[in-house]
C-alpha cells in the first residue's frame, strides 16, 4: 500500500526502533519525507581509486598499495608510520591513537585499500587515522556513486544514515512525495531526480558544482526551500496582522514640544519616514516596520516619535537594545527628552542592581512609566506592562526572531498585539532583507542630517604607531576629542579588555598632557556610564575603548578615530565603529592600523572601507566576504540553517520564490503549507490559527 511519506514516522523504516527515532528526532526527523530531505553537507568520492602519484594535499580518495614497512615513531607525540607504496611512489599511513598490537595489521607485502584525506606531514604526503581495510588486486570498488555525508549526530553515524536514505529513497513516487512546484517551475529536475540526484550523485557527476552547491538538481531544491521560507514569512505576518491592535491617533499633541524642544530640525527622510510610521500605528492591525538607516541617519528621533503616538494613546513603550552602553544612550536621551514634557522613563537590565530592578518593575506595571528603555531583560518573566502597545527594537540584527515575538507576546495581556517598530544601523542588502526580514515593512532614512562632513578614511601598518599618536597629539591639541579602539577577534571580553588597559597605560605614558578615558565590557554600567559622560562633556580628549562603543555612542566633537588590528573586523563592524565620528561639521579621520603583511581578504576589507562611506554598499561586499550568519549575526539561526540554499549564492532567485509563495498562498492554500511542512517541520503553525 502507499502512504504519503510526509505522514509517515520513520518507525516503519527497517531497522528503526524507538532508539534510533530518538536520535534521528535529534536532527529534525520524523517521517519519510523528513528524512529525505535531510540533504548531505558534502560527498566523498569512493567510486575509484586514485593512483599515489596523483594525490592532492586536502582531497579525500581511496587509495590502494603495498605495505613497505611499519614503525613506531618516538618522541613528543609517539605515532604508528605505515608506508605504503606502489611502483615507486609512496604515502604515509600515520596514527597518534594506537595500540601496540596495531602493528600486526601492516605486514610488510600487504595489499590495503585506504580511504582518508592527503595532507602534508613530516614524510611529504600523509593521511592521518584513515579508514584501512586488506584488500586483493582487482577487487570491486566500493560504491558505484559519489558518498553523501549528512549531518549527522552522537551515535548515529553515516553508513546508517545513508543505509535510511536508500530506504526511503526506493519508497519515491509522485503520489507518495507529492511535487509541490506549480509545473514549468521546474523544467530540468523533477523533485523525483532531485532528490535522487543529490543523496546519490552518480561517480561520473563533476564535482566541484556539486561540493558548491551548484548542481542545477541542488539550485531546483534550493529554489523550492526558498519559496517554502518565503511562505512560512508571510504565514507569521498574516498570522500577527490578524491580531488586533490599539490604533493610536494620527496625530499627537506631543509631537509639537518634542520636536520644538530639539536643536534640529527633522531631515525630509525622517519626517517621510514618521508619516508611514505614524498611518502604520494609526491602523487596528499591528504596524511591522523595519527601519533601516545609515549609522548617524538620526533613527533615534523617529523611535522617540513613535513613543509619542503610543504614549498620547495611553499605551507605554518598550524600547529594547543589544548591549548597555547603547542601551544606556537612549535611556539618557528619552528621559531627557520626555521627562521635561512631564512623562516618566523607566530603565531596566541585567546588571542593574535587585532595589532598583524592582523599583523599575514595579513602575512598568502600575503604568508609572510610559516608556521603558532596557537591554534583554525586557523580555524577561517578571517584566509585566500595564497596557504595552509599542515595542521598539534598535540594532535587531543582534536579536532572533524569536526574541522579538517574545516581547510582542508581553502586550497580549491587554487582548491587543502591539506595533512593532524595528531599527537596524547595519544597512542590510536585500537578499538577506528579504530572508530575515520579509514579514516586515520597510522604510529606508536615506538621507543624513545636514551639515555632516564625510569621514577619510586611511590604512597604515602598525609599524606608523608613532606618526599615529602624534596626530592623536595633535588633534587633541586643537580642542578636539579621539578614540582608540582595542580590538581583538574570537578573544573573550577579559582579554579584550586587557589589551585595551594595556593600551590605554602606554597612551598615557606617551600622551601626558591629554586627558585619557578607558571603557570595556567588564567595567560596572556606573563606571562606563561616568566615563562616556565626561568623555560626551568634553572633560576627556581621547577614549581608550574597546568595540563595546560600536553601537550608539554619540559625541559629536569627536573627529579622530583610530582601530587597532582593523584588518581582522568584519566590514559592517568597521563602518560601525566609524559611524562613531562625523557627526560634527568638523573634517573627521578615520585610521585603520593593521599588522603587515595583509592577507587578500585583509587588504580587500581594507580598500573597500578607504572607498566607501555608503553602508549598503558595504553590507553587500560583507555579504559577499562573509556570508550572513555573520553579517546577521549568529542569533539568527532560522536563517543559518537553510538545508541547501545560500542567501549569497542563490540570492538572485529570490524575488522569484517570494513571487511563487505570495501566488500559492492565494491560489494553493494548503500545498503552501505542505511545502512549509516539508522544509520546516519545526516552524510553528500559523494557518491552524
Ligand atoms: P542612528 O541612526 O545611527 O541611530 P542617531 O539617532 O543616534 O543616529 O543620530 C545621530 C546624531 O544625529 C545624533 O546626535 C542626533 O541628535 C543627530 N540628529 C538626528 N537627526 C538630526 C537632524 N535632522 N539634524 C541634525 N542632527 C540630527
Ligand atoms: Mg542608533
Not at 532595589?355 to 532596557?374: N, P, T
Not at 602598525?462 to 591639541?477: D, G, K, M, P, S
Request: hydrophobic share 40%.
Amino acid at each position: 500500500m502507499m502512504q504519503v511519506l510526509a505522514q509517515t514516522s520513520v518507525m516503519n523504516l527497517k531497522g528503526v526502533g524507538a532508539a534510533l527515532a530518538e536520535k534521528l528526532e535529534r536532527l529534525g526527523i520524523r517521517t519519510v519525507q523528513d528524512l529525505l530531505f535531510h540533504l548531505p553537507r558534502d560527498y566523498e568520492d569512493r567510486s575509484r581509486l586514485t593512483p599515489l602519484d596523483r594525490l592532492e594535499v586536502g582531497r579525500s580518495v581511496l587509495v590502494e598499495g603495498i605495505v613497505h614497512s611499519c614503525e613506531e615513531v618516538r618522541g613528543r607525540r609517539p605515532s604508528l608510520a605505515v608506508r605504503l607504496t606502489e611502483g615507486n611512489r609512496g604515502l604515509t599511513l600515520r596514527f597518534y591513537h594506537f595500540y601496540p598490537q596495531q602493528k600486526a595489521h601492516f605486514p610488510a607485502g600487504q595489499r590495503l585499500r585506504v580511504f582518508g584525506e592527503v595532507r602534508l606531514g613530516s614524510s611529504g604526503v600523509e593521511m592521518y587515522h584513515p579508514e584501512y581495510k586488506i584488500t586483493r588486486p582487482g577487487e570491486p570498488l566500493p560504491e558505484a556513486t559519489l558518498t553523501p555525508l549528512y549531518p549527522a549526530t552522537d551515535g548515529l553515524q553515516q553508513p546508517k544514515i545513508r543505509q535510511l536514505v536508500s530506504q526511503a529513497l526506493a519508497l519515491v513516487t509522485p503520489q507518495s512525495l507529492p511535487e509541490l512546484l506549480p509545473p514549468g517551475v521546474s523544467p530540468r529536475f523533477s523533485l523525483l531526480d532531485a532528490l535522487q540526484m543529490v543523496h546519490r550523485p552518480p561517480a561520473d557527476t563533476p564535482r566541484e558544482p556539486l561540493l558548491m552547491g551548484l548542481h542545477p538538481a541542488q539550485q531546483r531544491l534550493a529554489f523550492e526551500e526558498l519559496a517554502a521560507h518565503q511562505v512560512s514569512l508571510a504565514q507569521r505576518r498574516h498570522h500577527i496582522r490578524s491580531q488586533q491592535a490599539p490604533a493610536l491617533p494620527r496625530q499627537t499633541p506631543l509631537a509639537a514640544p518634542f520636536l520644538q524642544g530639539l536643536p534640529f530640525s527633522l531631515t525630509g527622510a525622517q519626517q517621510r519616514v514618521w508619516d508611514e510610521v505614524a498611518d502604520d500605528l494609526a491602523k487596528t492591525r499591528p504596524m511591522l516596520r523595519l527601519v533601516q538607516g545609515d549609522v548617524g541617519a538620526g533613527k533615534t528621533v523617529v523611535a522617540a516619535l513613535a513613543a509619542c503616538h503610543a504614549v498620547s494613546g495611553g499605551w507605554q513603550t518598550a524600547l529594547m537594545a543589544p548591549t548597555e552602553i547603547l542601551a544606556e544612550q537612549h535611556f539618557l536621551n528619552f528621559k531627557r527628552w520626555f521627562e521635561s514634557l512631564g512623562i516618566a522613563v523607566a530603565w531596566l537590565s541585567g546588571k542593574q542592581g535587585v532595589k532598583d530592578r524592582r523599583q523599575s518593575l514595579e513602575k512598568v506595571q502600575s503604568g508609572e512609566a510610559r516608556i521603558v528603555v532596557g537591554t534583554h531583560a525586557l523580555f524577561q518573566e517578571s517584566v509585566q506592562f500595564e497596557r504595552l502597545g509599542l515595542v521598539i527594537i534598535d540594532e535587531q540584527h543582534r536579536f532572533g526572531v524569536d526574541q522579538r515575538l517574545a516581547l510582542r507576546e508581553k502586550g497580549l495581556a491587554t487582548g491587543l498585539s502591539p506595533h512593532q517598530l524595528v531599527m537596524t544601523a547595519t544597512p542590510i542588502p536585500r537578499t538577506l532583507a528579504m530572508s530575515a526580514y520579509g514579514d516586515l515593512d520597510t522604510s529606508i532614512i536615506d538621507e543624513l542630517p545636514p551639515n555632516r562632513t564625510p569621514v577619510t578614511t586611511v590604512a597604515l601598518a602598525n609599524t606608523r604607531r608613532e606618526e599615529v599618536v602624534e596626530r592623536v597629539r595633535a588633534n587633541c591639541e586643537q580642542g578636539r576629542q579621539a578614540y582608540w579602539v582595542c580590538t581583538l577577534i574570537d578573544e573573550s571580553e577579559v582579554l579584550e579588555a586587557q589589551a585595551a588597559e594595556a593600551t590605554f597605560l602606554e597612551l598615557q605614558e606617551r600622551l601626558p598632557q591629554q586627558r585619557l578615558g578607558l571603557v570595556h565590557g567588564r567595567l560596572k554600567p556606573a563606571e562606563k556610564q561616568a566615563v562616556m559622560l565626561e568623555f560626551k562633556e568634553g572633560k576627556l580628549d581621547l577614549l581608550v575603548a574597546t568595540t563595546v562603543i560600536e553601537v550608539g555612542v554619540d559625541v559629536p566633537n569627536a573627529s579622530l578615530m583610530i582601530i587597532e588590528n582593523a584588518e581582522r573586523l568584519g566590514l559592517s563592524q568597521l563602518h560601525q565603529l566609524r559611524g562613531r565620528v562625523g557627526r560634527g561639521s568638523t573634517v573627521s579621520y578615520c585610521v585603520l592600523l593593521y599588522k603587515p603583511p595583509l592577507s587578500a581578504m585583509g587588504q580587500e576589507r581594507l580598500t573597500i572601507m578607504r572607498s566607501t562611506t555608503d553602508g549598503f554598499l558595504i553590507a553587500e561586499k560583507d555579504l559577499e566576504l562573509r556570508g550572513p550568519g555573520e553579517v546577521l549575526g549568529t542569533r539568527q539561526t532560522g536563517l543559518v540553517g537553510f538545508r541547501v540554499a545560500d542567501l549569497v549564492r542563490d540570492g538572485a532567485m529570490l524575488p522569484a520564490a517570494q513571487k511563487l509563495a505570495r501566488q500559492l498562498e492565494q491560489q494553493a492554500p494548503e500545498q503552501a503549507e505542505a511545502l512549509v511542512r516539508r522544509w520546516l517541520p519545526q516552524a510553528p503553525r500559523y494557518s491552524a490559527v
